[in-house]
Nanobody, 121 residues
């Protein structure tokens, strides 16, 4: 019913930048919060950044000042600009959306397939 597709991952040297994008499609009535999470090998999935429909943002302490999350409500997209990347940012990055599906009143949470970000030292 709903699909989230990420793009923009890749390999970059420490200190470099990447921009991740995520597009949501399907039977969407409204998307409330959107966000990015990441999971490194052997570690649990962790929050990177979230953004409300009104634009309120929240960041993990480890990325504050380096990453910026933004969204386009009209296009159902969310981006993550990542600057000053560090090797410890290496992980599989997942897009997330809390939304209401057309014809229902129950909130649902959807995840993308993930996009790999690798930062070399």
């Amino acid at each position: 019913q709903v699909h989230l597709v990420e793009s923009g991952g890749g390999l970059v040297q420490a200190g470099g930048s990447l921009r991740l994008s995520c597009a949501a499609s399907g039977r969407i009535f409204v998307i409330r919060a959107m966000g990015w999470y990441r999971q490194a090998p052997g570690k649990e999935r962790e929050l990177v950044a979230t953004i409300s429909r009104g634009g309120t943002t929240n960041y993990a302490d480890s990325v504050k000042g380096r990453f910026t999350i933004s969204r386009d409500n009209g296009k159902n997209t969310v981006d993550l600009q990542m600057n000053s990347l560090k090797p410890e940012d290496t992980a599989l990055y997942y897009c997330n959306a809390d939304l209401l599906i057309l014809g229902t009143s129950l909130p649902s949470r959807y995840w993308g397939q993930g996009t790999q970000v690798t930062v070399s030292s």
